[in-house]
């Protein structure tokens, strides 16, 4: 059974641009979670998405923005990069969207802006 | 505010012996508390979930134990492997779903040979 997919695995921008991160769930799962990991913050709740639909949203600007798709394959965007989104971005999947099962991580991206 | 603290920030112990990291809550109403084991440059892979009602929950060398009336769990490794090596993070949600998840900074291990 393939795991989470998470692409592209690295990436480097420059401050002011954006940038798209991909992620594919396990098959059968509905819910598909975002998190940011910095070294300082640890990790942080971004948004929650189940059945196409953005049902949780963590506190980050809006420049953090993202979507889903009806085979459950989400994505993530983040405009006008700042120095300070440099981070590993995670997203998890899960049958349930109520934080009560299990989660299983993807591998990250890793993005750093200059 | 929810918080969730661990500690010790950073471990080293040598290969064979036991250790124990610990984790602190202020999560209310409680909902579930979870475990994970994430290497370095990985996902987060997850050792156990507990609810309210579980006070002990094993996975191999890994045994989880919950305190809800002191709002404690603590992560007990046996037998440590070079493999244990990793960050261990403690994560606590609030009933409310996504919103009310708290995770904690995380346990650091290094095993030595």
């Known amino acids: 059974k393939a795991g989470v997919t998470q692409t592209p695995r690295y990436l480097i921008k420059t401050r002011g641009q954006q940038v798209t991160l991909s992620c594919s769930p396990i098959s059968g799962h509905r819910s598909v979670s975002w998190y940011q990991q910095t070294p300082g913050q640890g990790l942080q709740f971004l948004f929650e998405y189940f059945s196409e639909t953005q049902r949780n949203k963590g506190n980050f600007p809006g420049r953090f923005s993202g979507r889903q798709f009806s085979n459950s394959r989400s994505e993530m965007n983040v405009s006008t990069l700042e120095l300070g989104d440099s981070a590993l971005y995670l997203c998890a999947s899960s049958r349930t969207g109520d934080f009560t099962g299990e989660l299983f991580f993807g591998e990250g991206s890793r993005l750093t802006v200059l | 505010k929810n918080q969730v603290e661990q500690s010790p920030q950073s471990l080293i112990i040598l290969e064979g012996k036991n250790c124990t990291l610990q984790c602190n809550y202020t999560v209310s109403p409680f909902s579930n508390l979870r475990w994970y084991k994430q290497d370095t440059g990985r996902g987060p892979v997850s050792l156990t979930i507990?609810?309210?009602?579980?006070n002990t929950k094993s996975n191999g060398r890994y045994t989880a134990t919950l305190d809800a009336d002191t709002k404690q769990s603590s992560l007990h490794i046996t037998a440590s492997q070079l493999s244990d090596s990793a960050s261990y993070i403690c994560v606590v949600s609030a009933a409310g779903g996504y919103q009310k998840v708290t995770f904690g900074t995380g346990t650091k291990l290094q095993v030595i040979p």
């Open positions: 507990m609810t309210f009602s579980e």
